[in-house]
């Protein structure tokens, strides 16, 4: 089913560049996000963190400029008229994902938890696990626009790595209840670890979308 080969783009290469920056946009706030988190593991709200957390900000805004710069171009442009609906909810989902990193890594900055060594290993394994998430999720997008023939082959790879999140995001908060932290300690880590945990989820539900998007492309 998933054969064609069209690219989106034969209107306008202004449009097909904004697009790429905001997949772009996806990319890098997984990786700062990985790389905050490593440093807080570290060295705690260290200025280093603070400096990580200010870059995820402000790919936040930046992101959001260029999905607004998307929605003008596709509505006053009138580009995509068949598709214009599709590729405006799928950016909006792709926005949330990014907003959700900087709600994570802002929560980590105002609440300082203080995480066990022990957990550490399997805190940014499950890091690795939502980013590897969302940047597939990002080319998969990328993929719908330039080769949906693709699209699949990344999709699953979403699928696998939300699951993959889930059960480590469980066993480390299994293994968090059963340890002699405070029992406030035990909660707000946990909490931690489902916003984490989330953005996983919602690359998910993009993804969902996406593969509907796919099959109204290639019908």
């Keep these: 089913m998933f054969h064609v080969r069209i690219s989106l783009f034969s209107q306008t290469k202004a449009l097909e ?29 260290s200025a280093e963190y603070k400096k990580l957390s200010k870059q995820i900000k402000q790919i ?28 405006l909810h799928l950016v909006e989902k792709l926005d949330k994902i990014i907003n959700k990193y900087d709600e994570v890594a802002h929560t980590f900055y105002i609440e300082r938890p203080e995480i066990p060594s022990e957990y550490h290993m399997r805190l940014l394994e499950l890091c690795e696990q939502v980013t590897d998430c969302t940047e597939n999720m990002a080319i998969a997008s990328r993929a719908f626009f330039r080769d949906i023939s693709t699209v699949r082959d990344y999709s699953q790879k979403v699928y ?32 931690l670890i489902c916003k984490v945990a989330d953005v996983a989820d919602i690359a998910e539900d993009c993804i969902d979308e996406l593969l509907i998007f796919t099959i109204k492309r290639d019908i």
């Excluded at 997949?23 to 709200?45: G, P, Y």
């Design 60 to 87: 936040e805004h930046d992101a959001d400029a260029i999905r607004r710069d998307i929605e003008n171009k596709l509505y006053v442009e009138n580009l995509l008229p068949d598709l214009r609906g599709d590729v």
């Design 17 to 45: 560049n904004k697009i790429d920056l905001f997949h772009d946009k996806i990319i890098d706030v997984a990786m700062t996000f990985k790389k905050a988190i490593r440093v807080f593991l570290e060295e705690q709200r």
């Design 160 to 191: 696998f790595m939300e699951h993959e999140s889930d059960i480590t995001s469980a066993h480390l908060r299994e293994a968090i209840f059963d340890s002699e932290l405070p029992l406030a300690n035990k909660i707000q880590l946990s909490s």
